[in-house]
């Protein structure tokens, strides 16, 4: 038994090159500051976290709670991720309350936070698609490359080159309702892109933009970065 117990343990203590990366993002319209989230993601090649805590500002702040936390636990089977968590929890102090998504009947969905390891994780140029789920609607979300953008001449806080993806979304079931989503499914041209540029361990995600139609561009942009490495272990 002690050799089995020995071979367990060096089995499971084999260092995996795990990476946290630390991301601050800032959405912007009419001219000020409608909301911030910092983000902390940790990742190795087999599962991944993310914790986000978000806070309303300005008028956003009116319709919606001033404090969110979200949480997100999944894992990574080569290109297929699975949400094992996840979470929201309003923070504010208003009124405390928890929602708790169950994707044990949906293991081909994922959630808005695990879009983000998606997009890191994308090694095609070309259409993809991917199917997620807000717990109210599900979704096929459709991503098309579109080449190469100079991200200054997109938005002035932003410098060099970035990979340009058009998205599209189709609600497959639940709530087909809401103005966001008759907006983006409508337009012949699709009002919502993607840029991308290229880190030292796949991609990031540094700019979304989102034209309303009635009160200008909304932006979601990438304001701190950092990426750290260290050695986990089983």
């Known amino acids: 038994m002690k050799v089995f117990f020995a071979l367990f343990m060096i089995f499971f203590t084999i ?8 991301v601050k993002y800032v959405a912007t319209g009419l001219g000020m500051d409608l909301l ?16 986000t805590n978000s806070v309303a500002k300005g008028i956003l702040s009116l319709f919606i709670h001033n404090k969110t936390a979200f949480y997100t636990k999944g894992k990574i089977e080569g290109n297929r991720l699975t949400v094992l968590e996840s979470s929201m929890k309003n923070t504010d102090g208003k009124k405390t309350d928890k929602t708790i ?3 044990a009947e949906k293991k081909d969905f994922i959630d808005y936070q695990s879009v983000l390891i998606y997009l890191m994780r994308l090694q095609k140029s070309g259409t993809q698609t ?3 789920s807000d717990g109210k609607r599900d ?13 200054t001449q997109i938005h002035p806080d932003l410098s060099g ?7 599209r979304i189709k609600i497959t079931g639940g ?3 809401g103005w966001f989503f008759k907006r983006i499914q409508e337009e012949k041209i699709s009002p919502m892109w993607l840029y991308m540029q290229k880190e030292e361990n796949g991609h990031s995600l540094v700019l979304s933009t989102f034209d309303t139609g009635v009160i200008g561009q909304l932006y979601i942009i990438r304001k701190e970065f950092k990426n750290e490495k260290n050695q986990s272990k089983n």
Do not use: H
């Open 130 to 132: 991917v199917q997620v």
């Open 139 to 151: 979704m096929l979300i459709t991503l098309t490359d579109e080449g190469q953008r100079n991200l």
């Open 175 to 177: 709530k087909k309702s």
């Open 15 to 22: 260092p995996v090159l795990a990476t946290q990366y630390q």
């Open 161 to 167: 080159e970035g990979q340009a993806y058009s998205v």
């Open 101 to 103: 998504w169950n994707f």
């Open 36 to 51: 911030t989230a910092d983000m902390v993601i940790d990742m190795t090649n087999t599962d991944y976290t993310i914790q």
